[in-house]
């Protein structure tokens, strides 16, 4: 299985992204980081447009697709990594969009399989692929067999 985050913005170095690596590291699926530069000098909705078409054209054509987003369906870990599973019998390719700081465009939305909320709390985006990163690996050691802290 191939897994893309597409994200509005860049993160070349520092803390979470060392974090954001080592979560990479350690998850048994490959994943692939594709940045889109924001541009904000823009109207809004022009802005939220160009976003979409920029991360719609960065992901496969036939992944299915989750959208992150604060309104989104909150899940537990094993639920998450059950809905992974699923994916993975059925398309293989899975990819994350993640939006700039006004969100991803509603057509982005709605093509989603699933929109997922990490919490009702606003999170710095670099922190959102920190935690998107570690569910990621969390699910591919639930999938494997790995004892959870849960069980």
């Known amino acids: 299985m191939r897994m893309t985050i597409a994200a509005v913005g860049?993160?070349?170095?520092?803390?979470?992204?060392?974090l954001y690596d080592e979560y990479c590291r350690r998850c048994s699926w490959p994943i692939r980081l594709v940045?889109?530069?924001?541009?904000?000098?823009?109207?809004?909705?022009?802005?939220?447009?160009?976003?979409?078409v920029r991360l719609a054209a960065a992901i496969a054509r036939d992944a299915a697709v989750i959208a992150l987003d604060e309104r989104g369906r909150l899940l537990s870990s094993r639920s998450f990594a059950t809905r992974i599973a699923a994916w993975q019998q059925r398309r293989g390719d899975l990819a994350f969009l993640i939006g700039g700081p006004d969100?991803?465009?509603?057509?982005?939305i709605e093509r989603a399989e699933l929109v997922l909320a990490l919490g009702r709390m606003t999170w710095p985006h670099r922190l959102v692929r920190v935690l998107l990163a570690e569910q990621l690996y969390r699910a591919s050691t639930i999938l494997a067999?790995?004892?959870?802290?849960?069980?």
């Open 10 to 18: 860049r993160d070349r170095s520092g803390p979470a992204r060392d």
């Open 35 to 52: 940045e889109i530069a924001p541009r904000r000098a823009i109207p809004l909705e022009r802005r939220l447009a160009d976003e979409g």
């Open 103 to 108: 969100g991803l465009a509603d057509d982005l």
């Open 145 to 151: 067999g790995h004892p959870y802290h849960r069980d």
